[in-house]
């Protein structure tokens, strides 16, 4: 069995299909656009974990791949799999299901967090050498990340998705497991967090810098 699996959760950048709720500030096509760069920004990340240890790297997506998600499987050395229908409990159940059977610790991550830390996901998986659970929260309620040993599948049951409980009811659905809990991050999903996204940005640039370029051309009106 192998060491580790970092599993990134995507969909197709396609306007007025992706980020809608983030189209209120951008735009159908801008939220589209910036979503590109979330994503661009996360497979970075994932090529710096994978430089620093025996992580292999799985792309999930959601929808019928298009050719940009092809490409970013491409220069992962990867190849994409389909998440089934179904809440997410259902697809991190999948995704889970298949990375177990071959690695002893799977950390799952979406793609909404553009400026995650190298350091949370090394704690993440630190953190399954004792627990068998582990969750990133997320400031909105919900998690960044959720990992997993060999030695358990995470149950989904009854957690409300897209809401600020999520992240509770994964712990409760999970009570008696062994969990560990990582530092907190934030993700952009709503206008509000953009405001935060390019705080951050301002300041710390380096930290997405895909996502950091795409928010000055969408701020110019220039792509």
Known sequence: MELAQLAVLVRPPVAGVTKTRL?????????AELYEAF???????CERIRSVGRVDVALWCAGAPADRVASWATSMGTTVRAQPEGDLGVRLGATFEEGLARYER?????SDAPTLPVGLIVEAFDALADAAIVLGPASDGGYYAI?????VR???EGVRWSTSTAFD?????????QMAV?????DVDEPGDLHLLRAHLSIVPSAAPATAK????????HR
């Open 147 to 151: 990992g997993a040993s060999h030695r």
């Open 23 to 31: 189209a209120e500030s951008l735009g159908e096509q801008g939220a």
């Open 182 to 186: 990582t530092s907190p991050w934030y």
């Open 106 to 110: 799977v950390l799952i991550i979406g």
């Open 169 to 177: 009811d994964t712990k409760k659905a999970n009570a008696g497991v």
């Open 39 to 45: 994503v661009d920004d996360t497979l970075r990340l």
């Open 154 to 156: 995470p149950s989904f």
């Open 214 to 221: 795409r928010l000055l051309e969408l701020a110019s009106g």
